[in-house]
């Protein structure tokens, strides 16, 4: 057995106290390592940078020990047993590391347990100890791992039957918020960190158990895929997101994402839509990547890059059911997914990125591209999560044309789960192509090379005028303008428009990213640029695309901009933005037959 004994004691230092024991003879040159990457984030992270020190001893003697490389060690002598005792610095607030402070604690074991090569598939226990502070505080611990011996609050023994299982349950702990409900007689806990008051933890528990046994059903199951599940969400003034694990999740999300008691119960806001969805596609995934995985990753190397073309499926299908199944589980009504999906789309068409970059292209770059964005990032590439649940939406089109309405992507769904997620099977690069061609009858070669392998638009009016949707794509005014559902069709001219998205600053309009062949890039306003007047009157990031839209297409106006601390001045002839604002609206009265077959199922 291999046991790691977690000390936190040195919170105020933000510094994990680790205890590594190994209970069995090891040979000189036995390696150890910490993974430089955690599995559903596709960036080298080197985790090892955080270990502060670390030294190792049999029965109390110093044990020859010395690196290999960034994030490997190796033993210089045989011995019996083993301890290794090692300090990581814990300060990184994200879903994807380890964070530590006074209040509370999370990490991901990808950050704190160092992995015995060669015995990844023994048993491994994790002791957390309730330091003085969490005693005196009465901290509560929040994970998905099985419990072996622990108090009231959490603290004590947990186990795990290898090591990819190991760092599959994250942990948090502190004063946390618990809210729980059953899926089909599992149970799911909910925990919250940081909390505000006056929360509505019913309506958020009621709403979730509705998604998680819409899900459930949609794969053909009597009940979710494990024993137990956990959401454990760290509530921040402005945060989202999370990152998907075998039987949990970390969520980041806002304050303002969670409905409060006063609120209408009967309407769902975009803000708390937000959440749901978020919450919706992690636990699709447990499902789609947890289980259902693409080949290359069967073994998993957590010591380098792994690439795959088929993120625009695991990650770009998710994106499509994780707002659907919002509408499918009746908590938004057909016109609220109708916004929420204008608005996903919007986001692709913004960018002069997909037509540069492919889906699959997108996806095997993620390690150097997708997760390495910088200011030019909307002009260079397509996100396979957004892009990826357009081509999803398609291909569910595609398939119900094609088969009278006989089939859709939820049956190849339930297909692949079937024959690849329940039996370990990984997916080909193209075995997805393969699974619809077989599941339908029917050769889909032209829409698989228009969608995957070019950077062509999809024909997005097409499959929506089949549903009976009209589908706009019109010129922005505002770079705040997001899209969405509207009653009837905007009718609208195009106005200027700078092409640039700013932030506020002190001494103006901080330009954050400039859109490609946009008037201010053709004038030469770079990222980085203050924007602090317009024709010589001053100017506010809020002022900024108001004043512009107002003043005629064509128009030659004067812009003042700090560029590092040095003053310029250019000259910008107005133009209008691309038509890259995406609007539905239903072209009759109520919904059709065909989009309530496809929204509700």
Known sequence: MIHYTIGFEQANAHIFDIKLNINFPLHKGQQFYLPDWIPGSYMIRDFARNIITLDANTKGTSVGFEKTGKSGWQLLENVDC??????????????????????????????????????????????????????????????????????????????????????????????????SFDVFGVPHDMFFTEAPPRVDWERIAADLKKICETEVKFFGDEKPPFERYVFMTFVQKKGFGGLEHMASTALHCSFEDLPLISEN???????????????????????????????????????????????????????????????????????????????????????????????TESSFDAWTKFYKQDENAMNAIVSYYTKGAMVAFCLDQEIRHKTNGMQSLDDLMRVIWRDYGKTGRGLGETQVQQLVKELTGQSFNE??????????????????????????????????EKGGYIDKPKERQP?????????????????????????????????????????????????????????????????????????????????????NTVYLSFQNEKPADEIVKWVLG
């Open 447 to 480: 829409f698989f090379d228009k969608a995957l392998y070019s950077t062509d638009d999809l024909p997005l009016k097409e499959y929506f005028d089949r549903l009976g949707v009209n589908y706009q794509q019109i010129p922005q005014y505002l770079a705040t």
């Open 495 to 579: 106005l200027s428009f700078l092409g640039v998205i700013c932030q506020a600053d002190p001494l103006g309009a901080k330009v954050s990213i400039v859109f490609e062949d946009s008037c201010a890039q053709m004038a030469g306003i770079s990222s980085g640029d203050i924007i602090i007047a317009i024709d010589d009157i001053r100017i506010t990031a809020d002022e900024l695309d108001k004043t512009i839209s107002r003043i005629p297409l064509s128009t030659q106006v004067s812009i003042s901009y700090f560029r590092r601390d040095k003053l310029y001045r250019t000259e910008c002839t107005l133009t209008h933005s691309d038509d």
């Open 265 to 359: 119960s009967d309407k769902v806001d975009e803000n708390y839509r937000t959440f749901l969805s978020l919450c919706c596609h992690e636990y699709f995934h447990n499902w789609n990547v947890k289980r259902i995985k693409p080949a290359s990753f069967i073994p998993m190397s957590l010591n380098k890059e792994v690439h795959t073309e088929l993120l625009w499926f695991f990650e770009g299908i998710t994106s499509y059911y994780d707002e659907l199944l919002l509408a499918r589980s009746g908590v938004i009504p057909v016109d609220a997914y109708l916004d929420m999906i204008a608005k996903l789309y919007t986001r692709v068409m913004r960018g002069k990125g997909r037509y540069k970059q492919t889906v």
């Open 82 to 179: 083993l301890e290794i005792n090692y300090q990581v610095y814990a300060w990184d607030l994200s879903v994807r590391s380890a964070h530590l402070d006074n209040v509370h604690g999370f990490f991901n074991g990808t950050s704190l347990f160092l992995a015995i090569k060669n015995y990844e598939s023994e048993k491994h226990t994790v002791i957390l100890n309730a330091s003085l502070l969490a005693k005196d505080n009465n901290w509560i611990v929040a994970t998905a791992m099985p419990a072996k011996n622990i108090d009231s609050n959490g603290f004590g023994k947990y186990v795990s039957d290898n090591y990819q299982e190991l760092i599959d349950h994250p942990f948090e702990f502190g004063q946390l918020v618990k809210v």
